[in-house]
Nanobody, 115 residues
Framework: QVQLVESGGGLVQAGGSLRLSCAAS????????MGWYRQAPGKQRELVAT???????NYVGSVRGRFTISRDNAKNTVYLQMNSLKPEDTAVYYC?????????WGQGTQVTVSS
């Protein structure tokens, strides 16, 4: 059984920062691609950023330069540092990872940015 547990969401003013964490636990043979996705009210879930086991990163254009994804392979943990937050970043943020060749979702954490 594999679990992804997110933490770090909350309420912040525009221009502020938050750091999300997502730790994988359970029967893990390998952790490959790790990423963050978000879903705003009334919108589809979208990719925010991904990072491979080798450290290669990819970002959606709207967050590039403001968000930084990183990972600690020894801890099977992925992070998302979010700076210069905007009200349009408000969403539920989900961790998604390929673990032992299966894709798993976390439960989601709410990020609310007030103007």
């Amino acid at each position: 059984q594999v679990q992804l547990v997110e933490s770090g969401g909350g309420l912040v003013q525009a221009g502020g920062s938050l750091r999300l964490s997502c730790a994988a636990s359970g029967s893990i043979f390998s952790v490959n691609l790790m990423g963050w996705y978000r879903q705003a009210p009334g919108k589809q879930r979208e990719l925010v950023a991904t990072i491979t086991s080798g450290g290669s990163t990819n970002y959606v254009g709207s967050v590039r330069g403001r968000f930084t994804i990183s990972r600690d392979n020894a801890k099977n943990t992925v992070y998302l540092q979010m700076n210069s937050l905007k009200p349009e970043d408000t969403a539920v943020y989900y961790c998604g990872s390929v673990i032992s060749q299966t894709f798993y979702w976390g439960q989601g954490t709410q990020v609310t940015v007030s103007s």
